[in-house]
Nanobody, 127 residues
Framework: QVQLVESGGGLVQAGGSLRLSCAAS????????MGWFRQAPGKEREVVGA????????SYADSVKGRFTISRDNAKNVVYLQMNSLKPEDTAVYYC????????????????????WGQGTQVTVSS
């Protein structure tokens, strides 16, 4: 059973930084893609970025490129989302997700493509 547990959310001023963590367990994640999504009130869940666990494939939403970075610690089975230069429009519940992936031309970038989800962590950016 795959389990994903996010942590690290909170309240930060615009321009500040936060690092979210996603602790993954229950599988060997070598052939998985780890995605980060967010959902603001009244809006659909949208992708922030995705990174293949073992290969060097990564993709970010245009809205966060240059500000957010996904990384992983293989030894700890943890995926991180480093968020810099935060804006009020980044306010949302952030979710990590996992999906088995054996390669291909495109990383999965829609919520429908992911089977496993964490519980979410709130990020609030004040202006």
């Amino acid at each position: 059973q795959v389990q994903l547990v996010e942590s690290g959310g909170g309240l930060v001023q615009a321009g500040g930084s936060l690092r979210l963590s996603c602790a993954a367990s229950g599988r060997t994640f070598t052939n998985y893609v780890m995605g980060w999504f967010r959902q603001a009130p009244g809006k659909e869940r949208e992708v922030v970025g995705a990174k293949s666990w073992s290969a060097r494939r990564i993709s970010y939403a245009d809205s966060v490129k240059g500000r957010f970075t996904i990384s992983r610690d293989n030894a700890k089975n943890v995926v991180y989302l480093q968020m810099n230069s935060l804006k009020p429009e980044d306010t949302a519940v952030y979710y990590c997700a996992a999906e088995e992936w054996h390669g291909g031309s495109n990383l999965p970038l829609t919520s429908a493509e992911y089977d496993y989800w964490g519980q979410g962590t709130q990020v609030t950016v004040s202006s």
